[in-house]
């Protein structure tokens, strides 16, 4: 596109100008978090419901090109299970801002299948990953994600920063009770392996009904920590 190209803001009801667009790639997702999901029972969008990638490309070209969106941000359910995700990120890293720039493109995964295509996510263009991890403990992270996928999880991160994506960040949900005595432990795993670790104050999705106030650790206390985190990396 032309550099004088006239952007148009895109502005929400509270005056906030909107640069960052979120993408749902996918509704499934193979894990189920307490915090997220009933264990079993859920039904999913029909396929024909879910835009293609032709589809969410034409619509990110509008908010990359017209509204000057320079962030868009690529989750889920989980996007990883989604087949030929690297050519959607192929599509999404063509768009140009009317400045000529590429926007940012980010993915948020739990990181389970990331050791087998983190090399073709990056190849394709993808620029950031988050990953989703709320415990270092096998058992535990079974129990919150009712998922034995911890060392994949790891495995992920580590093959992930082989292919050049660093800093990699990694998000953990806190919960009161669950794996609150675990924070400095993964501040550690984020200072030991340069891992950004931001934590994330458990937030009431109440999808089983069992969020409870008494639960919650505030962001006021969650946010220093996260900062030492990205300190000491």
């Not at 148009?8 to 906030?16: A, E, F, M, Q, T």
């Not at 499934?28 to 029972?41: D, H, I, K, Q, S």
């Not at 949900?173 to 934590?199: K, M, P, Q, S, T």
Request: glycine letters at 6%.
């Amino acid at each position: 596109m032309s550099s004088t190209t006239t952007v148009k803001d895109l502005v929400d009801p509270y005056g906030r100008t909107i640069r960052d667009l979120r993408i749902s790639v996918t509704d499934r997702c193979n894990f189920r978090c307490t915090y997220c999901m009933p264990a079993e029972g859920m039904t999913w969008l029909d396929r024909s419901e879910v835009l293609t990638y032709e589809e969410i490309e034409r619509v990110a070209r509008i908010c990359v090109e017209t509204f000057g969106v320079d962030s868009l941000r690529l989750t889920g359910g989980e996007p990883t299970v989604r087949a030929h995700l690297p050519q959607l990120i192929s599509k999404l890293a063509a768009l140009r801002l009317p400045d000529g720039t590429k926007p940012d493109i980010a993915l948020t995964t739990n990181g389970a299948t990331l050791r087998n295509i983190a090399v073709e996510l990056r190849n394709a263009g993808l620029d950031r990953i988050n990953v989703s991890m709320d415990s270092l403990k096998p058992e535990r992270f079974f129990a919150m994600t009712r998922r034995d996928e911890l060392h994949n999880v790891l495995a992920g991160i580590a093959e992930a920063q082989v292919a050049g994506f660093t800093p990699m960040k990694v998000n953990a949900v806190v919960e009161r009770g669950a794996n609150d005595d675990e924070i400095l432990d993964l501040v550690r795993y984020g200072r030991d392996n340069n891992v950004e670790v931001r934590f994330i104050e458990f937030m009431p999705l109440d999808a089983t009904n069992e969020w409870e106030r008494n639960k919650v650790v505030a962001k006021t206390k969650l946010w220093p920590l996260s900062l030492l985190s990205s300190h000491w990396n």
